[in-house]
């Protein structure tokens, strides 16, 4: 994983390292007040697996946020993890533009 200061953070490390500390609440309290097991809280927080739109909503709620933003968080993760995956950059190779740009001349 990128560690540059510009790059984009799972979701989960934000609220495993931020959120929950500062809330005062334990992941097994979380996970109840979302509704969700302890199980699908902690693979977040651990970062193994993405937050849906769903989720993006219990969170949001949860700590007076915007889904917005939970989703702009995510997204912009799942971005960078995938520009930095030999196979994406492979395929992207491989693709043509289908309207490439034209350069005027003058």
Known sequence: MNNDVNSPVHPGK???????????????DAALALGESDQI??????????LTAAMCLKV?????SSPELWIRL?????????????????CLDRIVPAFPYKKDVA
Not at 60 to 64: I, Y
Not at 75 to 90: E, I, N
């Open 14 to 28: 934000i609220l495993r390292e931020t959120l929950l500390p500062e809330a005062g609440l334990s992941v097994s």
């Open 41 to 50: 809280l902690h693979n977040i927080l651990a970062e193994q697996v993405p």
């Open 60 to 64: 949001a709620k949860l700590f007076d």
């Open 74 to 90: 995510q997204a912009s993760y799942d971005l960078q993890q995938a520009s930095l995956d030999d196979k994406v950059a492979a």
